[in-house]
């Protein structure tokens, strides 16, 4: 069992920058894949950022690629968002996933975190 806790969010201009991040319990964090998700208002959830368990692997949706960095800290069982150049349309609750490397879909989730970036 994993738990996940994010914190970071918050209200930022457009332009500025945030950097989520999430906790994880569990003594096995390192051989878990990790992601970003978020979801607007009145939309579905998407996809963000993913990171493999070994961090030299990483993938980007189209629309923040460039402006956003997925990264881990497997001793201190963290995983970040580094978001830079943030838009108005970024705005959504980021959740952080979490899964066994060979399992399909993601398994554990946080409970989110509200991201605002005003114009």
């Known amino acids: 069992q994993v738990e996940l806790v994010e914190s970071g969010g918050g209200l930022v201009q457009a332009g500025g920058s945030l950097r989520l991040s999430c906790a994880a319990s569990?003594?096995?964090?390192?051989?878990?894949?990790m992601a970003w998700f978020r979801q607007a208002p009145g939309k579905e959830r998407e996809f963000v950022a993913h990171i493999g368990w070994s961090d030299n692997y990483a993938s980007y949706a189209d629309s923040v690629k460039g402006r956003f960095t997925i990264s881990r800290d497997n001793a201190k069982n963290s995983a970040y968002l580094q978001m830079n150049s943030l838009k108005p349309e970024d705005t959504a609750v980021y959740f952080c996933?979490?899964?066994?490397?060979?399992?399909?879909?993601?398994?554990?989730w946080g409970q989110g975190t509200q991201v605002t970036v005003s114009s």
């Open positions: 996933a979490a899964k066994r490397s060979w399992i399909t879909t993601y398994e554990y």
């Open positions: 569990g003594r096995t964090f390192s051989t878990y894949a």
